[in-house]
């Protein structure tokens, strides 16, 4: 269980009050797809991802960005329970998409850059490694039925 002091749940909770999980879902995922290209492998079904302009206007990426950050949303809501909120994603990316967990590190990382990105103000660098704590237990909890 990751440890969370007053000050990181405030400004976890006060940053992520703002995140408009449709459009910052959708630029993580698209950037996760552009800097990584071989992570569209386990997206062959979202049809062209054959270049940035692509990517960035595909909406099957927007869709499932909105997803991926609404479940990362979860995160912020259990912060005391996050492997057994990421217990059923967890398995699933295990057992059925086979997805390398490195992955779920990658988008924790470029998570970081999008939120710094759009809350240049707020997000300090005390936000900053509440934010890396965060996405790091969210990672952990994703990867922990791979061991």
């Known amino acids: 269980m990751v440890h969370w002091t007053a000050e990181e749940k405030q ?67 259990n912060l005391d329970n996050i492997k057994g909120t990421f217990a059923q994603l967890s398995e699933l990316h295990c057992d059925k998409l086979h997805v390398d967990p490195e992955n779920f590190r990658l988008l924790g990382d470029i998570l970081i850059i999008v939120l710094a990105a759009h809350f240049t103000k707020d997000f300090t660098p005390e936000a900053q490694a509440a934010f890396q704590k965060l996405v790091r237990a969210v990672a952990h909890a994703l990867a922990r039925k791979y061991h």
């Open 11 to 77: 400004l976890i909770t006060g940053i992520w009050g703002k995140v408009n999980v449709a459009d910052c879902g959708a630029e993580a995922l698209a950037r996760l797809l552009i800097v990584y290209p071989w992570t569209q492998r386990f997206f062959s079904s979202f049809g062209n991802l054959s270049n940035a302009t692509a990517i960035c206007g595909n909406p099957m990426v927007r869709a499932h960005g909105k997803k991926v950050l609404t479940s990362f949303g979860d995160a912020v809501k």
